[in-house]
């Protein structure tokens, strides 16, 4: 997690940050509590898209929290008039919209103690759903969002008829107190039985709303030691939780007291995992974990056959737009690909799997399975071993 305030300097910021090698993804807070009286000025606006290419450039995606506030003073550090608020919105639903490329995941709408939607004059239900207007009419089909909760979420969105899944959304959940207590710190209610759709509902309920908002679009946020909730429950809910909610991404700097917790806790399984810590376990399986699971070639007209099945093992489900190919290094050096499908890994819901073939003319070399984000061009690793940087390693073909 990196927080800069876009009035002060930015080169001080920039050479001061230290990237861990290992995250993939930053969760970026950036305040904007000195323009609390103004519109921000173009070089605000330019000083935002610096942070993002520096992010761009160290291959880290970004989630993005602009907020008035990064202390606790949310009503202090607000504008006055929801009227300002309103205008930042656009500006910055609308840089957004131009850097989409750049944005993983927006969270929040400005507003509350430390963005997350709460303790403010602009929290009532038609000044959140104002401002959500703004941002999804610039971002919706763009850029991933999220709000703080899910009954915030059901009061922004329409409810479906009986018997009708929830419609395409880009309207995400982050949950920045998942595990502090029994209602993750408010964000569920104590009973509500998922009737009522403006009502807080009860942590099982909650949770199965978040894992089918999740199906469409990426879930994640803050995970804390809750004493109570650690005496209570026993270490697997940590996974079932995770797993239900087919959460995307946690914040491993939030809470010290729970990684520890998470790295002495050992699982007790038959498979791999056996006496692997629950730290482990859990980072391995956020998002997408793709596994090829069995690989068989059969002879074809005019060619063979190749049959894999791919397995998601992970929490949640791949939300890029993915290309998939066979690769062959032939003995010649030469290295030829073969398109397999459209989007198929996106297609493989998490804890499910896909039987996949294609067909090629018969030759010699090393074959390989190759993925990347059809958008950015970025690789997508598989947990098996044999990656290389033509991708998976098969077998070979002699």
């Keep these: 997690m990196y927080s800069f305030e876009l009035d002060k300097d930015l080169y001080t910021f920039e050479t001061g940050i230290m990237l861990h090698p290992e995250d993939s993804i930053v969760l970026l807070m950036v305040g904007i509590a000195g323009y609390k009286d103004r519109e921000l000025p173009e070089e605000a606006l330019l000083k935002l898209e610096s942070l993002l290419r520096f992010f761009r450039e160290n291959d880290k995606d970004v989630i993005l929290r602009i907020t008035y506030d990064h202390e606790g003073k949310g009503l202090e550090r607000e504008p006055i008039s929801f009227e300002t608020v309103k205008s930042h919105a656009e500006q910055i639903a609308g840089f957004a919209a131009s850097h989409e490329k750049d944005i993983f995941l927006f969270q929040g709408l400005l507003v509350g103690k430390w963005g997350e939607m709460h303790s403010s004059r602009f929290t009532t239900e038609e000044k959140l759903r104002a401002l959500y207007e703004i941002f999804d ?117 939030h809470d010290i007291k729970l990684i520890r917790y998470w790295e002495r806790q050992k699982i007790r399984d038959k498979g ?57 290094s032939e003995e010649s050096g030469e290295l030829k690909s073969i398109p397999v499908g459209d989007n198929v890994l996106g297609m493989i819901d998490p804890g499910g799997m896909q039987r996949i073939s294609v067909r090629f003319p018969v030759t010699k070399g090393r074959v390989y399975l190759y993925a990347c984000e059809k958008d950015h061009g970025k690789t997508i690793m598989f947990a098996d071993q044999g990656m290389h940087p033509e991708g998976l390693l098969l077998g070979n073909m002699i």
């Design 137 to 253: 009419k610039n971002l919706s089909g763009r850029v991933f969002t999220a709000v703080r909760k899910p009954v915030q979420w059901r009061n922004l969105n329409v409810q479906p008829d009986p018997g009708e899944s929830l419609a395409p959304v880009t309207l995400g959940i982050f949950n920045d107190g998942m595990f502090g207590s029994e209602s993750d710190l408010g964000t569920y209610g104590e009973t509500g039985d998922g009737k009522e759709w403006n009502k807080p509902w009860g942590r099982l309920k909650e949770q199965e709303f978040t894992g089918a908002i999740a199906e469409k679009v990426p879930c994640g946020g803050e995970a804390l030691f809750g004493e109570g909730f650690a005496a209570m429950h026993e270490p697997k809910v940590y996974i079932q939780d995770l797993f239900r909610q087919h959460i995307t991404y946690l914040n491993r700097q």
């Design 272 to 328: 791999i995992w056996n006496g692997s810590s629950f730290f482990d376990y859990i980072s391995a399986h956020l998002g997408y974990r793709f596994f090829v699971k069995s690989v068989e070639m059969f002879k074809a007209k005019n060619g063979c056959e190749l049959e894999f099945i791919v397995e998601n093992q992970g929490f949640a489900r791949i939300y890029a737009r993915t290309d998939l190919y066979i690769r062959i």
